[in-house]
């Protein structure tokens, strides 16, 4: 079965710099979510969107961005980059309740 | 604040035996309770799930067991196997405020040979 597929799986960016995440959902799963965890931590919700519109927002900063475009794929944007971004990325999706978690993209900012 | 309460931090379990893992919300607009499986840099992934309306729900291994009036769930694993070493988090989610799942603090999971 179909997975969702996010990438890339690792990225390495200095401070100051840009990050853009993808994420490919499930096919004809309609609901997109991003979630952040850090070392140890549980994952936190960041935002989500439903049918390309921004459904839900959680403790996203301001320098961080996203959308969800046309195909269902989604992306997150992340400007100005701080030393506690580095963590994992998560990108689930949805068709009705369950949420189906992607592999992670890993940050590491230097 | 911590909106589902999860504990223990840790377990260890002898294998075959049995794996409980509890959590506690106080936000009773909470209607989905899912359990995930999480292995070190991978994806949690869905184990299994309930809804308030249900008291016990089993898939193979694992049990959920829902108490609606104390506000509080637990994952029952039964025959604990060293596969089963992981992170386990609780969740908990409302349907109608789009589905975002806030989880528990995380049980790491260590099930001895």
């Known amino acids: 079965a179909a997975g969702v597929i996010q990438s890339p799986r690792h990225l390495i960016k200095e401070k100051r710099e840009t990050a853009t995440l993808k994420c490919y959902p499930i096919p004809r799963h309609d609901t997109v979510y991003w979630y952040q965890q850090g070392p140890g931590q549980d994952p936190q919700f960041l935002i989500s969107f439903y049918e390309k519109m921004q459904s839900d927002k959680g403790s996203i900063p301001d320098r961080f961005s996203a959308q969800q475009f046309s195909d269902y794929h989604s992306e997150l944007n992340m400007s100005s980059l701080e030393l506690g971004d580095s963590a994992l990325y998560f990108c689930a999706s949805s068709l009705r309740t369950e949420q189906f978690f992607g592999p992670g993209t890993r940050l590491t900012v230097l | 604040q911590q909106q589902v309460k999860q504990s223990p931090q840790s377990l260890i379990v002898q294998k075959g035996g049995i794996s409980i893992i509890n959590c506690a919300y106080e936000n009773t607009a909470f209607d989905y309770f899912p359990w995930y499986q999480q292995f070190p840099g991978k994806g949690p992934a869905l184990l299994i799930a309930?809804?308030?309306?249900?008291s016990e729900k089993k898939e193979g291994r694992f049990t959920i067991s829902f108490n609606k009036s104390a506000k509080q769930f637990s994952l029952h694993i039964m025959d604990s196997q060293p596969g089963d070493s992981a992170t386990y988090f609780c969740a908990a989610s409302m349907g109608n405020q789009g589905g975002k799942l806030i989880f528990g603090q995380g049980t790491e999971l260590s099930v001895k040979p």
């Open positions: 309930i809804r308030p309306d249900v």
